[in-house]
């Protein structure tokens, strides 16, 4: 696959996406995005189809599986190692190994999420994915990301220009405004039982 519009992009596709992969597995994750998603999930109702863009292995595909077993199960996926580990799972309707800058899809997803991966994107291609998010969304938009109230870039391993936070829900609840707020929460890396990183989730629905 070729053709990226960005630097971010070559980087998640190639060597340290593979070594991130190795990095972020293990059946602590599962069971911590388990009790993630659980809250999450509350808040929503009927959710038949599920998207995820920028799913790597499916650390969060997986939990989800088992808690909505009904549910149709697709991912976004830019890089071709997690692609073969997502292949593998045997539970997703479509994988679609590209970018989710370029993702655009004529069928609606109930609901549609990130976990992890804004944070990585080029701050001037955001509106780019908040803008695909939005068209694939029949109903809840769904973000897991490091929050701060004003954008801020972060050393990321030893690399420039690969990590942000920033209110990533506040920019596309701005830039559509009938997305509302429907619930959102915190994730503390020293949590005695489900250790993540910090992250706080905002839930937005669709509104007609």
């Not at 596709?13 to 597995?25: C, K, L, Q, V």
């Not at 997703?92 to 944070?119: A, M, R, W």
């Not at 690969?162 to 609840?173: H, L, Q, V, W």
Request: some cysteine; proline content about 4%; aromatic content about 14%.
């Amino acid at each position: 696959m070729s053709g990226f519009k960005t630097e971010q992009e070559i980087f998640w596709a190639g060597e340290f996406g593979d070594d991130y992969i190795d990095r972020n597995n293990g059946d602590w994750l599962i069971a911590s995005n388990m009790a993630l998603f659980s809250s999450i999930l509350k808040s929503t109702r009927k959710v038949n189809s599920v998207i995820e863009f920028g799913a790597n292995i499916g650390m969060n595909i997986q939990p989800l599986q088992v808690l909505l077993p009904k549910a149709q199960l697709s991912a976004i996926e830019i890089n071709q190692k997690a692609v073969f580990e997502l292949e593998k799972l045997n539970i997703l309707k479509n994988i679609y190994h590209q970018s989710i800058l370029d993702f655009n899809s004529k069928e609606k997803f109930d609901f549609v999420f990130t976990k992890g991966v804004l944070i990585h994107i080029k701050p001037d291609s955001l509106n780019e994915v908040y803008t695909n998010m939005y068209n694939s969304s029949n109903r809840y938009i769904c973000m897991i990301e490091y929050y701060n109230p004003t954008p801020v870039e972060i050393p990321y391993r030893g690399h420039s220009q690969k990590m942000y936070k920033r209110d990533f829900a506040g920019e596309i609840m701005k830039k559509y405004p009938n997305l509302e707020l429907v619930n959102y929460g915190f994730i503390y890396k020293n949590d005695p039982i489900f250790m993540q990183g910090d992250a706080t989730w905002f839930l937005m629905e669709k509104r007609d």
